[in-house]
């Protein structure tokens, strides 16, 4: 029997720090709810599904955001480090949605691409190995108070939280889950 997410030894990892504000985006999505299934249609081709990006829309932005950032980020992978489906970032502060589809093959919004776990600057959809329990994609939006990160499409997500560092205003988060 395949072991589920909750069974696999787990490593500390220091999480990214808080927002400099007590503020929180409201990230939802038409795309699939909190806590539902990630419909086929978002899902990684490998999976059977149309790797098209989700829709996403944020309010609540506090004063002094001049971008945002998306990742995308499956806690629940066997690497011991989670995995990156989607990064993207120096998105204007005048945006609140990025639309189905905006972030399949390349940059939503008017932002850029980091470089995924998929070795890909664009979304890849959930993809988790098949007969492992549902695993969860935390698609977080970040508020912040510079209007480049200065990454480019060979960033990675490690170094995007890093580069994050001190510019959090406020972040939001909707996650959604998949198996196969």
Not at 34 to 59: M, Q, Y
Not at 76 to 86: F, M, Q
Request: proline share 8%.
């Amino acid at each position: 029997m395949p072991a589920s997410a909750s069974t696999f030894e787990t490593i500390p990892v220091r999480a990214p720090e808080r927002a400099s504000k007590n503020d929180s985006l409201a990230v939802t999505s038409q795309s699939f709810g909190e806590g539902a299934t990630i419909g086929r249609d978002f899902v990684h081709t490998d999976c059977g599904g149309g790797n098209t990006s989700p829709h996403l829309r944020w309010k609540n932005a506090p004063p002094g955001t001049k971008s945002f950032a998306i990742t995308c980020f499956d806690p629940d992978a066997p690497t011991g480090s989670g995995y990156w489906h989607w990064l993207v970032f120096d998105i204007p502060a005048s945006m609140t949605s990025v639309e189905a589809g905006a972030g399949t093959g390349g940059s939503p919004a008017g932002g850029r691409s980091g470089y995924s776990d998929f070795s890909i600057s664009s979304y890849g959809g959930p993809c988790p190995p098949k007969g492992d329990a549902p695993h969860r994609y935390v698609f977080t939006v970040y508020a912040l108070d510079v209007a480049a990160l200065g990454a480019d499409e060979t960033t990675t997500g490690a170094t995007v939280i890093f580069k994050m560092r001190g510019h959090v205003l406020a972040t939001g988060s909707i996650t959604g889950t998949f198996a196969h």
